[in-house]
């Protein structure tokens, strides 16, 4: 099992940045791809990042790319959002994930452990 906690969300203005964290306890992140997804309500969840085990090989949904990284730091069992160039679109609840595969997943159900999510808000 892996628990996951997301933190450093919170309100910002369009242009800002901000750096999400994912925290894992349980088992070593190493052994799993991690993603980073968002979902506002009444839409569904949708891919934003993903990284691979080793944190060299990583992928990006289109709306995000040249904005977002995606890290990972493996000693500290942790996965980083690095958000910069902000948009009022990019407001929702941003989840972090593991999943048990070589290749960095784009869909929710191809991931095993989510985390309970923190809300981004960007202000226009």
């Known amino acids: 099992q892996v628990q996951l906690v997301e933190s450093g969300g919170g309100l910002v203005q369009a242009g800002g940045s901000l750096r999400l964290s994912c925290a894992a306890s349980?088992?070593?992140?190493?052994?799993?791809?991690m993603g980073w997804f968002r979902q506002v309500p009444g839409k569904e969840r949708e891919f934003v990042a993903g990284?691979?085990?080793?944190?060299?090989?990583?992928n990006y949904a289109d709306s995000v790319k040249g904005r977002f990284t995606i890290s990972r730091d493996n000693a500290k069992n942790t996965v980083y959002l690095q958000m910069s160039s902000l948009k009022p679109e990019d407001t929702a609840v941003y989840y972090c994930a593991a999943a048990n595969t070589i290749v960095v997943a784009t869909t929710p159900g191809r991931f095993d452990y989510w985390g309970q999510g923190t809300q981004v808000t960007v202000s226009s």
């Open positions: 990284i691979r085990r080793s944190g060299v090989i990583t």
């Open positions: 349980g088992r070593t992140l190493s052994s799993y791809t």
